[in-house]
């Protein structure tokens, strides 16, 4: 596995826009997403990236809001979120898929094995 950091996250106003950054222990090809959390609820895939080609994929929910991209000489991948609305407030976690085994693709979390401890988003209206 590998160890991932968060930071970022925040309080801005609605129409605002945060940046998250994700910094990984070691870096590879490999896949690696924002998901994000709300109490009671099961996570939901955000955006995720393959860092080996570089190919994104997002949620509708912020498809033309949020962009993923990555650092490959910080280790590092980002959340661009703009545009924020209030029900985009939760918990945003970072996770990669650094061991590999089941697939169900890139915004199902149930095929990634590293995740960060999370960072808060907050919108208020």
């Known amino acids: 596995q590998v160890q991932l950091v968060e930071s970022g996250g925040g309080s801005v106003e609605a129409g605002g826009s945060l940046r998250l950054s994700c910094v990984a222990s070691?870096?590879?090809?490999?896949?690696m997403a924002w998901f994000r959390q709300v109490p009671g609820k099961e996570r939901e895939g955000v955006a995720a990236?393959?860092?080996?080609?570089?190919?994104?994929y997002y949620a509708d929910s912020v498809k033309n809001r949020f962009t993923i991209s990555q650092d490959n000489a910080k280790n590092t991948v980002y959340l661009q979120m703009n545009s924020l609305k209030p029900e985009d407030t939760t918990m945003y976690y970072c996770?990669?898929?650094?061991?590999?085994?089941?697939?169900?693709?890139?915004?199902?979390?149930?095929?990634?094995?590293?995740w960060g401890q999370g960072t808060q988003v907050t919108v208020s209206s």
């Open positions: 070691s870096y590879k090809n490999a896949w």
């Open positions: 996770a990669a898929r650094w061991v590999g085994g089941a697939w169900y693709g890139p915004l199902d979390s149930r095929g990634y094995d590293s």
């Open positions: 990236i393959y860092t080996g080609s570089a190919a994104t």
